[in-house]
Nanobody, 124 residues
Framework: QVHLVESGGDSVQSGGSLTLSCAASGYTDTTNCMGWFRQVPAKEREGVALIHTRLGIPLYVDSVKGRFTISQDNAKNTLYLQMNSLKPEDSGMYYC?????????????????WGQGTQVTVST
């Protein structure tokens, strides 16, 4: 089992930047995909960015392409999400997640482990 702890959430103005971090511990070598998902009240959790942990191939939802960058530091067992040009619609609780098998896809049902979340609020 992998244990995930997110940090870095904050309140920023539109156009600002934030970097989220996700520290992984436990059986980190068992993961094949790690990513970021966000959720706002009364809506389904949606995939934002994902990375194949061995191949380093990223995947983004269309709404964040060109603005967000997912990366990993394997030596530190840490996943990052650099978010630039933030918009109010980027607001939400951001969750780090990991899967152990299967195709990497931005589907929360495909993930096996979750962090507790970190809040991002973007104001106009």
């Amino acid at each position: 089992q992998v244990h995930l702890v997110e940090s870095g959430g904050d309140s920023v103005q539109s156009g600002g930047s934030l970097t989220l971090s996700c520290a992984a511990s436990g059986y980190t070598d068992t993961t094949n995909c790690m990513g970021w998902f966000r959720q706002v009240p009364a809506k389904e959790r949606e995939g934002v960015a994902l990375i194949h942990t061995r191949l380093g191939i990223p995947l983004y939802v269309d709404s964040v392409k060109g603005r967000f960058t997912i990366s990993q530091d394997n030596a530190k067992n840490t996943l990052y999400l650099q978010m630039n040009s933030l918009k109010p619609e980027d607001s939400g609780m951001y969750y780090c997640a990991a899967s152990y098998a299967g195709t990497c896809r931005l589907d929360p049902h495909a993930m096996n482990a979750w962090g507790q979340g970190t809040q991002v609020t973007v104001s106009t």
